[in-house]
């Protein structure tokens, strides 16, 4: 035969793709789906459940033991996909709508250029990975549930379509108790579905339905093909399908296995680097004739194991040890199914198919699951692991499925992912404070905002674990959403990211003619008066602190001097009422404030009029000058932190307000200042505003009454790398709910220089590790050391516009 011959004969070959779609109609009203094979079905998806237990797997089991007719099929299916255009536009809307409240021009350039390079390098790691030496790209995952009945006669009955509706409905709603919430597809999702599996690279599917045609003739355009070889599918010339299949199944499983299925959780080697589709099928027949059929079976592997034969096939003793699971299953009124496990794997060329193919199957044998490289029958394992796909006709001499108990069976199913952050759930407008990605590349989106409770948190941060990073990338994120960000800082770590924004950096030196006085700026005495007493308490006895009783009269002269001399009102007048009072406990507590009235050493800093200008949308208030003066610096942060109170309580715009607090954790370590904390936390939950304190250590922060404090009021715990001796402290003593096998992915947490920051969240909606990747212009944006800082602030100074000046960094020195 000719090359062209054989040319045309291929191309005779190729059936429309739309003949092996079985899907035909919607009906909108039950929500079930309607094949051309005499069935009906319904489809939900949601997202995959983060971490599972003994529950979980009981939980499983209670759900899919059904009483389906006989010939019904159950499939979960995991499915990894680019698919995250659609948080990336929820990322870009949230800047776009709000960063017009960024009053200086340079600045909102600065932030506009920042988040846009954010979302350009997320997306972008869709398709090309950003950590080059482990090759995982950013996708998204959903896990689909479907089930399928067949109906009789040409058309289902009106009994028939609600049960069918109804026993998904039942199904989904079991699985919420796991913490698998689903949502019941319509066509239009079921169309995208279908069409995403078969055009994983090409754009998401966003038509309408079209009524004038079968579902089954809109998943493909005119012209598109398969071409089937003996190991691989390629759709339309350009996107290769290799497929796994079961080839000994393990000896012994439980859920867990599913976690790794997806790849290693500690994001190192062994992930899947390609779009994937990792599909459970599960087929119901007749229960009666199967247990019957089975125990037959069983009988006849009893009698040869004990029998000569075992010399001969060794193997026949595991065969015994299995099927004497499934006897005691079944005799326990299990229900038995028959079930197949395949993996899907896309790619644009054969060759990373294959690798990627070779590499799951190498690390799958790891855990004693061989699965082999689908051969011959590619196309119908293909199809048959669609969801409402397989039929008892198409499953026949596949000799893919598996008899066993349902308790068995769903310890293979693939509803295992990772945390996709707080935002999964964000109505339109909220959210998406934060973009990440998970050690397997899942989109992980957060927001302090998102929280039913407080939106406080906590960042701890060893030494060089990337703390730097995470905290100024924070504070850009929020401020392109229009956000008024307030730092207290010892260091001038952000004096940099000051002059990049066109920010208020104020330095507290003895030089720079600032006061403080907490009366300037009162609206509501009532609204503020504990917070004025708890400075001025730290103030006449920084190290012991007052009883109640003395607390109480300072309060009685805060009250007194303010309805004679209102914003007038000092420090010197509180202590000149206190002194002439007659009882001599209230008169003392005047002649210890001696220090912060005029008269005295740090009194300049009190009195007179308040002038420390909070306006600017990103204020940096630096104390480093006041080292050496551990009561001064306290009693400046508690002041500041009451000016910062009042802010947000005026500022009732609806914007969102942050406060950071970091390398000031020992200024807080302090029973005082705790208590003083704890009454702030409360008051910016109230006002709409959210704190961030940053520490080295866990431990360090659960040691004093103040931490413990500030822990309980922070729904947010943002954990960086640290030590051993730390982590083991904080799980012996129960500070942190995690579980063993959270402690043991804290205790993995690390950061790689250059590369990646690693971060668990632990949160009141879930906890993950996220890994903080940024490009290049963010590296050098928030590089607080060496010439990326000093050049690039010369450079701002010398009139370059900030993103100028970062460019200009990078073409001189990559």
């Known amino acids: 035969m000719s090359a062209l011959h054989r040319k045309f004969q291929r191309a005779a070959e190729r059936i429309s793709p739309d003949e092996y779609i079985p899907v035909v109609a919607y009906d909108e009203e039950s929500g079930v789906l309607m094949t051309d094979d005499g069935h009906i079905g319904v489809c939900y998806w949601g997202d995959p459940v983060n971490g599972a237990d003994d529950t979980t797997a009981d939980m499983l089991k209670g759900a ?10 159950v499939q979960l299916s995991i499915i990894g996909m680019p698919d995250i255009d659609n948080q990336i536009a929820q990322y870009q809307n949230r800047r776009e709508q709000d960063i017009y409240r960024i009053r200086d021009v340079s600045a909102r350039d600065t932030l506009r250029e920042y988040a846009k390079r954010r979302a350009e390098f997320m997306h972008g790691a869709a398709h090309v990975s950003n950590i080059p ?18 109906f009789k006669g040409r058309t289902p009955s009106t009994e028939e379509i609600d049960n069918i509706a109804e026993t998904g409905a039942k199904l989904a709603e079991s699985m919420q108790t796991f913490g698998l919430f689903l949502r019941r597809m319509n066509a239009t999702q079921y169309l995208e579905l279908a069409h995403r599996l078969t055009h994983p690279f090409a754009p998401r599917k966003i038509d309408q339905v079209r009524t004038d045609q079968l579902l089954k003739n809109q998943v493909f355009l005119p012209g598109e093909s398969i071409e089937v070889h003996k190991d691989a599918l390629l759709f339309n010339d350009d996107t290769h399908v290799q497929m796994l299949a079961v080839g000994r199944w393990p000896k012994s499983n439980d859920l867990s296995l599913m976690a790794f299925m997806i790849g290693d959780p500690l994001g190192a080697n062994n992930q899947i680097k390609l779009p994937y589709h990792i599909s459970l099928t599960l087929h119901y027949p007749n229960q009666y004739g199967k247990t019957t059929s089975m125990k037959q079976k069983a009988a006849m592997i009893n009698y040869q194991a004990f029998g000569p034969m075992l010399r001969f096939v060794p193997k026949l003793a595991f065969k015994k040890q299995g099927m004497d699971v499934l006897v005691n299953a079944m005799e326990q009124g299990a229900s038995v199914v028959e079930a197949s496990l395949t993996v899907s794997v896309y790619g644009q060329t054969r060759e990373e198919c294959s690798r990627q193919s070779s590499t799951l199957r190498t690390y799958l044998q790891s855990f004693d699951f061989a699965m082999g490289e689908e051969r011959f029958v590619v196309l119908s394992s293909f199809w048959n692991s669609f969801p409402l796909f397989p039929s008892v006709e198409s499953i026949k001499n596949t000799f893919r499925f598996k008899t066993m108990a349902v308790e068995q069976a769903m310890t293979f199913a693939p509803i295992l992912g990772e945390w996709k952050g707080t935002s999964v759930f964000a109505k339109p407008g909220q959210g998406y404070g934060m973009l990440l990605q998970s050690r397997r590349g899942q989109l992980m989106s957060l927001d302090l905002f998102d929280s039913p409770t407080n939106y406080n948190g906590v960042v701890f941060a060893s030494s060089g674990a990337g703390k730097s990073f995470l905290t100024q990338s924070m504070n850009m994120d929020y401020l ?16 940099k990211q000051a002059k990049m924004l066109n920010g208020s950096f104020i330095e507290f030196g003895p030089e720079s003619g600032i006061c403080l006085n907490p009366f300037s700026r009162v609206v509501d005495i009532d609204e503020e008066v504990s917070l004025i007493q708890a400075c001025i308490e730290k103030m006449a006895a920084p190290e012991d602190g007052l009883d109640d009783y003395r607390r109480s009269r300072i309060e009685e002269a805060i009250k007194a001097v303010w309805g004679r001399m209102g914003t007038g009102s000092t420090i010197t007048d509180v202590a000149d009422y206190l002194t002439h009072q007659e009882d001599q406990r209230t008169a003392d507590i005047g002649n210890m404030l001696y220090r912060f009235t005029r008269y005295g050493s740090e009194g300049y800093w009190f009195d007179g009029k308040a002038n420390v200008d909070m306006s600017n949308d990103f204020v940096v208030l630096e104390l480093e000058e006041l080292k050496g003066k551990r009561t001064l610096q306290q009693v400046v942060l508690m002041q500041l932190i009451s000016n910062i109170q009042r802010e947000m309580y005026l500022s009732n715009d609806g914007r969102p307000k942050i406060l950071v607090i970091d390398e000031a954790w020992d200024l807080l370590d302090d029973p005082m200042v705790g208590r003083f904390m704890e009454h702030a936390y409360r008051r910016f939950r109230k ?40 982590i083991e402290q904080v799980k012996k003593e129960g500070h942190l709910a995690l579980g063993d096998y959270g402690f043991y992915l804290l205790q993995t947490v690390h950061s790689i220089p250059g590369k990646y920051s690693e971060v668990m969240f632990y949160t009141e909606q879930g906890m993950g590790v996220a890994r903080l990747v940024v490009d290049r212009f963010s590296q050098v944006l928030f590089s607080t050391s060496g010439a990326e800082r000093t050049e690039v602030i010369a450079n701002i100074e010398r009139g370059m516009n900030p993103v100028e000046a970062v460019e200009t960094f990078i073409a001189n020195h990559g």
């Open 687 to 726: 006002y709409g505003g959210a704190a961030i304190v940053v520490t080295q250590s866990i431990a360090d922060l659960y040691r004093s009454d103040s931490g413990r404090a500030i822990a309980a009021n922070s729904a947010f715990k943002f954990i960086l790398k640290q030590t051993a001796e730390s």
């Open 64 to 73: 899919l033991s059904l009483a389906l007719p006989e010939g019904s099929f």
């Open 480 to 495: 392109s959403m229009g956000a008024k960000v307030w730092v207290i800082d010892v260091g001038r770590s952000y004096l």
């Open 133 to 150: 030496t482990i090759g995982t790209k950013i996708h998204d995952r959903r896990v689909v549930l479907s089930v399928k009945s067949p």
